[in-house]
């Protein structure tokens, strides 16, 4: 299995970006799907998750600005950023839980991450 994120770059404060993760490979099903984001010596903070009902949940710091969405039948996800602000500069990772063709299991996949800089 593939997360490959996409739409990560460059924007001034207030601005907007949308994130994209494809994921590819023998799925099953996609049950959860996050977002999640690393700045240089933190630890990776969860910003968004969604189900594959739809029920989303986000972290208080981007709530109201960021909207969590997904195409289930193109196994993808979005994060529309708005009003961002510089603290939201970071890696964002895409993060699926996957049941594979053929298994039972359930497992955990990351993207490589796409960076995000908010900066005027």
């Known amino acids: 299995v593939q997360l490959v994120e996409s739409g990560g770059g460059l924007v001034q404060p207030g601005g907007s970006l949308r994130l994209s993760c494809a994921a590819s490979?023998?799925?099953?099903?996609?049950?959860?799907m996050g977002w999640y984001r690393r700045t240089p010596g933190k630890e990776r903070e969860l910003v968004a998750t969604?189900?594959?009902?739809?029920?989303?949940n986000y972290a208080d710091s981007v709530k109201g600005r960021f909207t969590i969405s997904r195409d289930n039948a193109k196994n993808t996800m979005y994060l529309q950023m708005n009003s961002l602000k510089p603290e939201d500069t970071a890696v964002y990772y895409c993060?699926?839980?996957?049941?594979?063709?053929?298994?039972?299991?359930?497992?955990?996949?990351w993207g490589q991450g796409t960076q995000v800089a908010v900066s005027s």
């Open positions: 993060n699926a839980d996957v049941t594979l063709q053929g298994s039972r299991y359930v497992r955990g996949y």
């Open positions: 490979g023998s799925i099953f099903s996609i049950n959860a």
């Open positions: 969604a189900t594959s009902g739809g029920i989303a």
